[in-house]
């Protein structure tokens, strides 16, 4: 079955707007400023967890309280 030069330019332009919106997609999702934005949003809301606030509280009065010691000492 042959296509004429027409339907296979209209297959050709369909192609590249298709690419032009996946690159985009890409150029957004892989922008730096948004994948920094987005790590510090995902460690802050973990930091903030109860579990992981306290336990990090701990081991700060732990390390804290071993460098008093050793001065004391």
Known sequence: MARDADTIQA???R??????????????RANPKKLV?????????????????YALIGV???IGAL?????LK
């Open 11 to 13: 297959e050709i332009e």
């Open 15 to 28: 192609a590249r707007d298709a690419l032009a919106v996946t690159v985009d997609e890409l150029t957004i």
């Open 37 to 53: 934005n987005d790590a510090k949003q995902t460690v802050t809301s973990k930091l903030s967890a109860p579990k992981v606030k």
């Open 60 to 62: 700060g009065v732990l």
């Open 67 to 71: 460098i008093v010691r050793r001065i």
